[in-house]
């Protein structure tokens, strides 16, 4: 079946750029998506990439995306405390089939310290 | 109201009792699901109604009864828990088919406590 794997933890230091990797296994993958949690709260839709697509930038977020290797990466740039968090990458594998409920990693916990 | 909301955004419930978790969504959407996420664990999907039908049950324990009365509302019926359904059970909607993307969007969630 379907998998998507993430890292556990990301530090990094106030300014700095953060990149988030997430990979999966199945090639059929049509929308890819990363969503942000921040603590007591839902899941926060940050961007999504259709499977056509290399990148996407959203002011201080790029996605790049790896078919071949079947790698997604979420980069913030400027990192700021307030993007401390858990990002959850997502997928959403064959559309042909008539599911279109995603498929989430288990989530990055981003932690900024000054 | 905006967006997916959720109620109560807190619970503590003994095990003997009966409680029901709300969700309402303003976006026009056909689909509506429930999460449980648990520390430390992966988000597990619960249930998904779509047009009202539910179309997915992961295995979930009876003690949960979901009920889906029209598209923009979905409830999450509880009785006689377990202390390790403790968790944050969150709501989120999607538009099925058509040419969106298919983006889910989440309610805050509510806390549950099992004692």
């Known amino acids: 079946g379907e998998d998507v794997e993430q890292s556990l933890f990301l530090s990094v230091r106030e300014g700095d750029s953060s990149v988030i990797n997430c990979t999966y296994t199945d090639s059929s993958s049509t929308y890819l998506y990363w969503y942000k949690q921040e603590p007591g709260a839902g899941l926060q839709l940050l961007t999504y990439i259709f499977s056509n697509m290399d990148m996407k930038q959203d002011q201080r977020l790029t996605v790049l995306l790896n078919k071949k290797d079947k790698h997604l990466s979420l980069r913030i740039a400027d990192t700021q405390t307030g993007d401390s968090a858990i990002y959850f990458c997502a997928e959403i594998f064959d559309l042909s089939g008539g599911s279109y409920i995603p498929t989430f990693g288990r989530g990055t916990s981003l932690i900024v310290h000054p | 109201e905006t967006g997916v909301t959720q109620t109560p955004r807190h619970l503590v419930m003994g095990m003997t009792n009966k409680k029901s978790l709300k969700c309402e969504q303003h976006?026009?959407?056909?689909?509506m699901y429930w999460y449980k996420q648990s520390a430390k664990k992966p988000l597990e999907l619960m249930f998904v109604y779509s047009l009202e039908e539910r179309v997915e049950n992961n295995s979930v324990p009876s003690r949960f009864s979901p009920e889906c009365p029209n598209s923009s509302h979905l409830f999450l019926h509880l009785h006689t828990l377990q202390p390790e359904d403790s968790a944050l059970y969150l709501c989120?909607?999607?538009?099925?088919?058509?040419?969106?993307?298919?983006?889910?969007?989440f309610g805050p969630g509510t806390r549950l406590t099992v004692t």
């Open positions: 976006l026009g959407h056909n689909a």
């Open positions: 989120a909607s999607s538009q099925e088919e058509g040419t969106g993307s298919y983006e889910q969007y």
